[in-house]
């Protein structure tokens, strides 16, 4: 699946937006605003002006909608809930090359908010997702203690674990002391 630069960036912000939801024990990565602040700064959110509790509170809906699509059952669920998404955006689709980067699409208006940023940009990326009938690829971490987002960009689709080297490593690690236990004892 070839996937543009800028989507692969989309991507990845969306995943890191999701995975800052409050669950069990963690905490709320977008408690405040100073960590959505950290948030825009780490993801290079282009165009962000000063933000204030509302940005937060739209920012944290947003971040909800997205886990929806994760959640999706099907593509048409998903399909569904990225249009609302997107046109609750006001896209408007423009060109750019900044920063160094070769022309690529900002879905954005110019002077949007921060919410509406993320939702037009990250929104359209999953929307390429969906419209290359990949939306499975929209997983949750099979790890018992985890439920992270992330997107499986494997070739056969078979990424089950966030991080093969922290959550997949120690659910392995696991089944073969218990091999090793059962066959001992």
């Known amino acids: 699946m070839l996937i ?22 963690q905490g ?9 602040y950290d948030f825009v700064r ?16 739209a920012v944290q809906g947003v971040r ?12 048409r669920t998903a399909a569904a809930l990225v249009n609302e998404l997107v046109a609750a955006a ?15 699409v900002h879905y954005f208006a110019p002077g949007a908010s921060v919410a509406d940023h993320l939702a037009a940009d990250c929104g ?16 949750r971490c099979e790890a018992p203690d985890c439920g992270r987002a992330f997107v499986d960009l494997s070739r ?3 990424r089950r674990y966030c991080d093969s080297r922290t959550c997949g490593n120690r659910l392995h690690v696991a089944a073969y002391r ?8």
């Open 28 to 36: 709320d990565g977008l408690a405040d605003i100073a960590a959505l």
């Open 156 to 158: 056969n689709r078979s």
């Open 4 to 25: 543009p630069h800028d989507t692969r960036i989309a991507l990845n912000t969306v995943v890191d937006l999701v995975n800052t939801a409050p669950e069990g024990e």
């Open 124 to 139: 359209m990326a999953l929307a390429f997702i969906v419209v290359a009938g990949e939306q499975e690829r929209l997983r």
């Open 90 to 104: 006001g896209t408007t689709p423009q060109l750019t090359d900044h920063d160094g980067y070769d022309w690529h």
């Open 42 to 57: 780490s993801h290079d959110v282009s165009g962000v002006g000063e933000l204030n509790q509302r940005d937060l509170k």
């Open 178 to 185: 218990a091999r090793r236990k059962e066959a001992a004892g």
């Open 64 to 75: 909800t909608q997205f886990a929806e699509i994760f959640a999706a059952p099907d593509g």
